[in-house]
């Protein structure tokens, strides 16, 4: 008999239902579930660790990591098919990621390859301080060292872990998406580009796996409705993939997306505040994007304007980013003499004092204008290099000094500067040798616009003159929107054909080009010059100088060229911020406007004989309207209207909930009847309405058991009165059910209740009639408004995970006890034997 003709039964029958058969052979299908579901979790993790491609350079990290994951998901599955106890398990796989972490990166410092020993500890400590220094130092992407690869490895292996252990152990197959999630956070981030379309299709392709095994080998037998072989779940399945695709698509549209804030795209997580240093490898975007002002520095100097304040040099290209080169060999101690280690030339220098306060900014690189002659009054250890004159700590930081900087300038004019055309001596090749894979667009353009220059002067104007035209315009959103956001040759490319982008690229692009004419290059890093406080500092000597601020909204970088007997020079091609120096500015256009023009109103231009009075009043940032900007105000109302929605859904939401629920069971009357689950669906129905005005069946009641309970309580109020026909209603409501359920009952010689041939809709709304009529004000708002069935399920929802974890750790505690008294028992058999 199947279980279609058992519900037609007689009663009291006893009914032989077959074993369920939609799924045949699934008892010789289990020996592949522990193999399956591995082997899901490793394309999905290694799905996932595609995204870390831009994190990382290149693809040589990927293969070692390939192994971890798949090694360890090998062992998981292994032991799984061995039957061992889940902890067992766990273990096992924490072993196994061991093992293949020592094999691969300690071969040599272990015992037999495999086993970690003294050794191999030791060597651990130096990969874990290399990655964390190429962590702190260096921008995305990477180099992928050793030091990073082990921890890239590792992490993989322990998501692995995790991602399994919720799939199978403690079944929670969905929730193994957090552990994904985990490998995502990263490259969201962090790169420019985000996940990117191959790591999130890798991710979501390995996480559908994982869910389609556990759906497929060991379906949850409380859900019937959830099994693979319920025709309505591709259905559904289609419907919610087709709601998220579209919500996807259409909340960037409504919703401001990350080009700015607080928490800009391609910014890093730091779970200890924000920072309050520049790093000369961090994409300085993020710092200009920042408009909370960190890092405060404050100067007063005796020169006529105001200074740049450089950080650190970064001369080295390797066509994938720009890095600084500290030559730790050839630093010297003691920034209290300094001499260039090249030779200046120039007839008369400007002697330049210049007081700091670095306040909580926090760098191992000290802020000094260039070129220093001489430090005094640091605190801690420091030295100093003699090809970049930049300074850095040994065993401090620069948080917190106060010091002198004595500096040295050859006072520079375009005729010096066009006479120098004496071959570069003294100059490492480094500064000169352009990478090799320059991309043709760069070329082309350099060629194109040094096709009129013959010295090295005019090709150095030349690319400046060209960069700050009109054709290019400066933007911190640019960047990011288009995928170009940092500084190797292929961002160069892009930026040279958008014409749009901030400082790092403007720098990038005139040091680049410089190699290819010959000319020596690099970048500086540091902040440009900043704005009166409206204060004065005593400096011995000098007097009462002007002091002036900068902050992180002012990182800045700008290249300096070498030009042989003055040394490196610097020049501006970024527009709209920094100052254009004197030698490097162009004749007055036809126009009348001067190519020495700052539009940022941040700093005074040098050529202006004005002297500006000092002020307190905050100026505004270039791109950053006032109060009354209308991007701002728009930006603001965007942001409160989308709050004043989302109060309102999460208010709605358990009544949306609720409503929709109760019309898909009681929608299309003539249907509902006719099919096969409409008794079932209405019952369903009568106990959500009962549960929500405070009479909720009891896990183990019957059906007519409820109905009883529910017509004797006073929340349907009296029969044979008004509330008859909630009563009549109720009662055929369980005929149906029961008949559906069970067959036709016998011995039953009541009156047929007049709902009878209604629809179940009609019934429904007699009932709700009669609860809502005999209940309070406040217990109809709980049940429109909140109503407990859906609130009590949505808590079993979420306490339900937490329980089965709870259950399978008391399992795994017993069977460890039970394990371990069995193991006592033996050894103690052996003694007494």
Request: net charge neutral; hydrophobic share 40%; charged share 15%.
């Amino acid at each position: 008999m199947t279980a279609a003709t058992a519900r037609h039964a007689p009663a009291g029958e006893p009914v032989a239902l077959k074993p369920e058969t939609g799924r045949t052979g699934r008892a010789g299908r289990k020996g592949l579930y522990p193999w399956a579901v591995s082997a899901a979790v490793a394309v999905a993790v290694c799905g996932s660790a595609l995204s870390l491609n831009g994190v990382l350079r290149g693809w040589a990290w990927y293969f070692p990591a390939l192994t971890t994951v798949f090694v360890v998901c090998l062992v998981l599955a292994g032991l799984r098919g061995l039957r061992a106890q889940p902890l067992l398990v766990t273990l096992g796989g924490f072993a196994s990621l061991v093992l293949i972490l020592t094999f691969t990166f300690f071969r040599r410092d272990s015992f037999a390859g495999l086993v970690p020993n003294g050794e191999t500890l030791a060597a651990l400590g130096q990969y874990i301080r290399r990655a964390s220094e190429t962590v702190l130092s260096e921008s995305a992407p990477v180099a992928p060292n050793a030091g990073i690869v082990l921890v890239t490895c590792a992490v993989l292996g322990l998501v692995a872990i995790l991602v399994d252990a919720l799939a199978l152990p403690l079944g929670m197959p969905a929730t193994s998406g957090l552990g994904l999630l985990a490998v995502l956070v990263v490259p969201a981030t962090v790169k420019p580009q985000s996940v990117g379309i191959g790591g999130f299709l890798g991710t979501v392709t390995g996480y559908l796996l994982i869910l389609a095994c556990c759906q497929w080998f060991a379906p949850d037998s409380r859900t019937p409705a959830d099994t693979a072989g319920n025709p309505g779940h591709a259905k559904r399945a289609a419907l919610t993939g087709s709601a998220a695709l579209v919500v996807t698509l259409l909340l960037p549209l409504v919703i401001p997306g990350f080009d700015q804030g607080t928490f800009p795209q391609g910014s890093r997580l730091n779970p200890w505040g924000s920072s309050n240093g520049l790093n000369p490898m961090i994409s300085l975007g993020n710092s200009l994007r920042s408009h909370t002002g960190d890092g405060r520095i404050t100067y007063a100097t005796n020169a006529v304007n105001p200074l740049y304040l450089r950080s650190v040099t970064v001369d080295r290209f390797d066509g994938d980013s720009w890095s600084p080169d500290d030559r730790d060999a050839t630093r010297q101690s003691g920034p209290g003499r300094m001499e260039p280690g090249y030779e200046i030339l120039a007839d008369e220098l400007t002697q330049q004092v210049t007081a700091v306060n670095t306040g909580n900014f926090t760098s191992p690189y000290l802020p000094a204008p260039y070129a220093p002659a001489a430090v005094n009054g640091l605190s801690g250890r420091w030295s100093w290099d003699p090809a970049t004159l930049s300074i850095k700590g040994i065993d401090t930081n620069s948080q917190d000094q106060q010091y002198l900087v004595f500096s040295a300038v050859p006072k520079l004019t375009a005729e010096l500067l066009a006479q120098s055309s004496a071959p570069i001596r003294g100059i490492s090749d480094e500064f000169i040798r352009p990478p090799a894979n320059v991309p043709e667009i760069v070329r082309t353009t350099t060629d194109s616009v040094t096709a009129q220059s013959r010295t090295s002067y005019a090709k150095a104007m030349a690319i400046q003159t060209y960069l700050r035209s009109p054709e290019f315009t400066y933007s911190l959103q640019a960047p990011v929107q288009g995928g170009y956001d940092g500084n190797g040759l292929s961002v160069l490319a892009d930026f040279l054909a958008q014409k749009s982008g901030y400082c790092i690229h403007y720098a990038s692009a005139m040091a680049v080009m410089a190699r290819v004419e010959g000319i020596p290059s690099r970048i500086a890093v540091g902040y440009a010059p900043g704005r009166l406080t409206g204060s004065v500092v005593s400096v011995a000597g000098q007097g009462a100088l002007p002091e002036y601020e900068v902050d992180s909204r002012d990182a800045h970088a700008w290249p300096e060229l070498y030009f042989q007997g003055l040394g490196w020079v610097r020049f501006e091609p970024t527009p709209s911020r920094g100052v254009v120096p004197a030698y490097a500015t162009e004749p007055v256009g036809p126009g009348g406007a001067s190519t020495n023009e700052n539009n940022d109103g941040l700093i005074p231009t040098p050529a202006s004989t004005t002297t500006p009075s000092p002020s307190t009043a905050p100026v505004p940032l270039p791109g950053m309207g006032g109060t009354g900007d209308p991007g701002t105000l728009l930006a603001a109302w965007l942001y409160g209207a989308g709050g004043v929605i989302l109060l309102i859904l999460l208010a709605l939401s358990p009544r949306l909930v609720r409503s929709s629920t109760s019309a898909r069971r009681l929608r299309d009357p003539e249907k509902m009847e006719a099919a096969t689950d409409a008794a079932p669906l209405a019952w369903a129905e009568l106990g959500d309405l009962a549960t929500d005005y405070g009479v909720p069946p009891g896990p183990s009641e019957t059906p007519r058991g409820f109905s009883a309970r529910l017509r004797s309580s006073a929340a349907l109020g009296e029969p044979g009165g008004a509330d008859d026909a909630g009563h009549q209603a109720v009662i055929s409501l369980t005929g149906d059910y029961e008949r559906q359920q069970y067959g036709r009952p016998t011995g039953d010689n009541r009156p047929a209740a007049p709902g009878n041939g209604q629809p179940a809709a009609v019934r429904m709304a007699m009932v709700n009639q009669s609860l809502r009529g005999n209940s309070r004000f406040m217990d109809r708002l709980r049940a429109d408004w909140l109503p407990p069935s859906v609130m009590t399920r949505w808590r079993r929802m979420v306490a339900s995970p937490f329980r089965a974890a709870a259950r399978t750790m008391v399992r795994t505690a017993g069977a460890a006890a039970r394990s371990w008294e069995r193991a006592r028992d033996g050894l103690r058999r052996l003694r007494e034997g």
